[in-house]
């Protein structure tokens, strides 16, 4: 079978290797569609901290069930799965916690250990979530980032705070991870979302996807319309920060009501300077959001199948397997019209 491997930064070859055979409670896969995010381009530019070169990349991925390993069950050749790409050690704390994505040694797919970039690929069936037989492969890859969204979003409240139901809320970033988590937001009860971002194609994108209020902050006053959309004294109940860098941080913090969650989802390449003054004095809270655990990928699948998210505005680009670079040229030379790029591997 081919595999694909990032022998070094920005170089990919194409190896011949031995379809693997299942063990016990493993499946094999046919790897269908592989999604490409940011941190997949982090590894492409030799950026990623965590990750070492040979790397086989591959975490966002939809595949059919090939075959099923001894003491599996649940699941059947020609099965539409996705994988919770995640490796923890089951022993430290976090993991008896059952915060198992914020693992002491957790390793993801694809940067600390072999990603799905092959024609078949061998996982745990603990790990299998098994998808609406009617989506598609290409959405099916994206159960992987929708996930990182819906846990961001049930980081904001509490059960006992009514989760995200009836809130209005504020995405700072309109990129693939802030579409999503404001579409999950509204599909998990939020009754007003609204998002910012500088770049005209992914608000278009965002409208498409059903966001009721967009924002252009260098065209229009943002606070000014938050205060429009959601009332001037109630504004947002909760801010999404979804891009990692200190404007955004700043802006979240000034526009915040006092006493409001800001959850920080994006992913900052170098330290943030908060004005820890103000969080203090208005007793504003600083959520922090890592990846996912499964139960969220039931969650994604769901918000999906009963329509509430609608992924087919965000797939700008498809690749077939022996175009991989190219993917990653396009994410490179054209950022500004990219949203999600998906790689098909295999096809029906």
Do not use: W
Request: with cysteine; proline share 5%; net charge negative.
């Amino acid at each position: 079978m081919r595999q694909a491997v990032m022998t070094s930064p920005g170089v990919i070859e194409f190896n011949e290797v031995d379809v693997p055979v299942p063990g016990e409670g493993e499946v094999l896969v046919k790897v269908m569609s592989i999604g490409v995010c940011g941190s997949d381009v982090h590894v492409y530019h030799g950026l990623h901290p965590y990750t070492s070169y040979p790397v086989v990349q591959g975490h966002e991925v939809s595949c059919e069930v090939e075959s099923v390993g001894p003491g599996v069950s649940g699941f059947a050749a020609g099965d539409k799965v996705t994988i919770e790409p995640q490796v923890s050690c089951g022993q430290c704390y976090a993991c008896k916690s059952g915060l198992y994505n914020i693992c002491d040694e957790l390793k993801v797919i694809g940067f600390q250990t072999t990603g799905a970039a092959s024609d078949y690929y061998i996982a745990p069936a603990a790990k299998l979530v098994k998808l609406d037989p009617a989506m598609n492969h290409d959405h099916g890859a994206l159960m992987e980032p929708l996930s990182v969204a819906v846990r961001a979003v049930n980081q904001a409240f509490t059960e006992a705070e009514g989760g995200i139901k009836d809130k209005q809320v504020l995405v700072f970033g309109a990129g693939p991870i802030g579409n999503l988590v404001a579409q999950a937001a509204k599909g998990m009860g939020a009754s007003r979302v609204m998002i910012s971002d500088l770049n005209a194609f992914r608000l278009e994108k965002a409208k498409a996807c059903g966001v009721e209020y967009v924002v252009d902050p260098s065209k229009a006053d943002l606070a000014a319309e938050v205060d429009k959309a959601f009332g001037k004294d109630r504004k947002a109940d909760v801010i999404f920060e979804c891009v990692g860098i200190n404007p955004t941080m700043d802006s979240a913090v000034d526009i915040a009501r006092k006493g409001t969650p800001i959850v920080v989802v994006g992913v900052f390449g170098k330290k943030a300077e908060i004005d820890m003054a103000k969080v203090n004095e208005n007793e504003l809270k600083l959520v922090g959001t890592a990846r996912y655990v499964i139960e969220d990928f039931e969650i994604a699948k769901d918000l999906v199948a009963s329509g509430k998210v609608d992924l087919n505005p965000l797939v700008t680009d498809t690749y077939e397997f022996e175009k991989y670079n190219d993917a990653y040229l396009k994410i490179q030379n054209d950022p500004a019209t990219t949203m999600k790029v998906v790689v098909q591997v295999n096809k029906d």
